[in-house]
């Protein structure tokens, strides 16, 4: 769980809309889902494409990440830079390498399921971020307390896009690629789905108010 590298898919893709929100986009702005064709370093093509093969032209941000539209998500990446994504992942807590291309949208960087969900704990945590750690508490055989963690949370992403987010994601599990994640005891919940070619690897992070947790498969 912390030490194996996995892509995450469309599970990457709830940091690039942050990354846009803190830019100054908004869920509501609109991107465009047509066909597009990139020429990459080695003079070849990349024409990434939906799961489903089909396009819906103008679409909102919200919209996008909701129903995890691959196309809308690149050009979103497009414009908020490579680097400057790369930059936002490392103050969630990503700390693996991740390749500088426009496939970092489509999650072709492998992180680990640590990193993901604490990045995702960031944003149920009101953007404080908290370095994720094992030993609560040691203790001596007489109870006395020998060792107690000291949590330091880091304001890492702004309030305010932490909640946004959350918003979009807990569309996500209501109607969206999340849907089969639906809990039914009342408790509200957020979370996205992320899939890699031929479901090599496929994952669902998500979070309630009182816990953060990934599952992955592969």
């Given at each position: 769980a912390w030490q194996a590298f996995r892509q995450p898919g469309s599970a990457f893709k709830p940091v690039i809309?942050?990354?846009?929100?803190?830019?100054?986009?908004?869920?509501?702005d609109l991107l465009d889902d047509t066909p597009v064709t990139y020429k990459t370093d080695k003079k070849k093509t990349w024409t990434p494409e939906n799961f489903t093969k089909t396009y819906q032209g103008k679409v909102t941000l919200r919209k996008a990440l909701v129903q995890s539209l691959n196309v809308p998500t690149v050009k979103l990446l497009e414009k908020v830079g490579v680097d400057e994504t790369v930059r936002y992942a490392r103050?969630?807590?990503v700390k693996s390498p991740l390749q500088p291309y426009l496939s970092?949208?489509?999650?072709s960087s492998d992180v680990t399921l640590m990193e993901l969900t604490s990045a995702y704990a960031t944003f149920a945590n009101d953007g404080v971020y908290n370095e994720p750690y094992?030993?609560?508490?040691?203790?001596?055989?007489?109870?006395?307390?020998?060792?107690q963690h000291q949590a330091s949370g880091v304001q890492a992403v702004d309030p305010q896009t932490a909640r946004l987010v959350t918003q979009v994601l807990a569309a996500n599990v209501t109607g969206g690629t999340g849907?089969?994640?639906?809990?039914?005891s009342g408790q509200p919940a957020a979370g996205k789905t992320g899939t890699t070619n031929d479901s090599t690897d496929v994952w669902f992070v998500g979070y309630t108010p009182e816990l953060s947790t990934a599952v992955w498969m592969g």
């Open positions: 809309f942050a990354a846009a929100l803190e830019r100054g986009f908004g869920a509501a103050k969630l807590g970092l949208a489509l999650g094992f030993v609560e508490r040691i203790e001596d055989r007489n109870g006395k307390v020998l060792y849907r089969n994640a639906r809990i039914t």
